[in-house]
């Protein structure tokens, strides 16, 4: 499967933005999606992923309750809604497949980094 991630840009401390990644592939319902960010400096860090029927959704606790990941069958995209954005937001963002067909995750591996597939990333920068 291919991912193409886009939606980046600058925005405000408490304003929004929203992140789509386009998968390619006919087997784009067998494979559980998230999303990791990188800030400069930093490690790559986990972020959010949903199962593949969009059942089930994980989140960082970092993230919790401001943003929102879903996917979109039909589009086969799926999307992360990131809402009260802070300083400490700002990163490259990059979209993650795992093949998995269960309705969980095992989000330890997820924390790991351990998917299958990474997309190109997109810069999400929060000005204070």
């Known amino acids: 499967v291919q991912l193409q991630a886009s939606g980046g840009g600058l925005v405000r401390a408490g304003g929004s933005l929203r992140l789509s990644c386009a998968a390619s592939?006919?087997?784009?319902?067998?494979?559980?999606m998230g999303w990791f960010r990188q800030a400069p400096g930093k490690e790559r860090e986990f972020v959010a992923a949903?199962?593949?029927?969009?059942?089930?959704?994980y989140y960082a606790d970092s993230v919790k309750g401001r943003f929102t990941i879903s996917r979109d069958s039909g589009e086969n995209t799926v999307t992360l809604q990131m809402n009260s954005l802070k300083p400490e937001d700002t990163a490259v963002y990059y979209c993650a497949a795992e093949l998995n067909t269960e309705e969980y995750l095992q989000l330890r591996l997820w924390v790991l980094g351990r998917v299958d597939y990474w997309g190109q990333g997109t810069l999400v920068t929060v000005s204070s």
């Open positions: 592939g006919r087997t784009y319902s067998s494979y559980a």
């Open positions: 949903v199962t593949r029927s969009g059942g089930n959704a």
